[in-house]
């Protein structure tokens, strides 16, 4: 048995403290050690940075940002692109505006339009699992689901999907590993949306984001730029496909090593909801964003000066005991849950309301369609949208 | 008591109207607010209560009426 970590153990350790790739196979140490005494840290990743895991300082650097800023932007490190994207990386005055542009499109009422299609999208795509011995749930259903209905609503053509899935692990997965790789990507994503939105200007269509975005204007009455065009396509396509998608393929990933979670939630599907939060606090797709510190401040008794990056970090803020009766384990009867899966304050994650339809959803519909199923490969992490093998009961009979 | 939303700290989670509809609606931009005529309820409230421990921005509070 391992002795507990000694305090300068703890910060040794999360001096190399990173947040994407193969640091989260076991980020949870981390976040226990920072919760046991080194809740504001330093951290040398990625130029180095200050960390803050409480839930409650975390909430209150969101809600300051004439302090923590989002430029030059929120990711860390770099999302395959050097240009901010839109409205997440922009602060206020801007911000709003360019927020308040996409707000109505993605409030709960407008998703009830949505809710058939992502029904129907999840059903047909589970209907092919169960007819499987062996199935790979995060390549033929967490990640095609998301594909279907998010390109549907932005009006990404279908021709062009088979191409976003290398994009999004270039600029998503490879970024920490092979960053040229992923502004390789970023450069192609960038030429598609080009050109997509040269195709659209020549045949006008009136039911998606993209034409909301080309006839949207601006607080002075200007129609958007080419490239703030650009920057919310760009936004709108890291951000819509890759984080829905392992939202479903971890929850999927829990009830295939944990049967009795399975059994639960198919015999009471109404607990559904409940588990598709806590599956958000325990699981999140961002585990961290990060900030920029504008003025010297003190957060937790720890000085944090001007210029300093800041990275807010949601998963640790999620498993704070603080916060959280239990915080290391997933509860689906848990009636307080204020997680951070996406994030707070002015830049609440905008699609939020629809990633979580379209978890709520697939889980529903996954598990209604496809026979109990268990881990065929249990060493498969629990992070990312990489494959996901399933066997399913009585699967290709 | 009376249910109240900071309409300055509410962000859109739309946590409320999903955990107590009969309590909480929202705006045409997704913002929430207390049904019309909702606003007063008994102390303890459930849907109230609820809505309190779930709100991320802990944007909505109970006051005393008058």
Redesign the interface.
Known sequence: MQAEPRADDAADRLDRFDFHGHALDDIWSDYRAMHAGCPVGHSSKYGGFTFIAKLEDI?AAE?SPEVFAVGPSMLLPAFGTDEPMIPIDIDPPMHAIYR?IL??L????MLDVLTPGIRDTAVELAEAIAAQEVADASKLFARPVVTIVFSRLCGFPEADWPKFDQWVDDIIYERTEDPERAYAAGNAVKAYFDDLLQRRRDAPREDDLISVLLEARIADGRPLTHDELISYCYMLFVAGLDTTAWAIRAGIWHLARTPEAQAELRAHPERI?AAAEEYLRMLAPVQGMARTCLRDTVVRGQEIKAGERVVLVFGAGNRDPDAFDDPDTIRFDR??????A?G???H?CLG??LGRRELVIALEEFLRVVPTFTAENPAESWHGVGPLHLRVQGGAA | MRVVIDPGLCQGHARCASLAPDLFDLDENGYGVVRLGREVVPEGDLDALLAIDNCPEQAIRLELDG
């Open positions: 909430f809600q308040k707000l109505p993605f409030t709960p009422r909801p009636a307080k849950n204020r997680h951070l996406f707070g304050g002015i609440r939020s309301n």
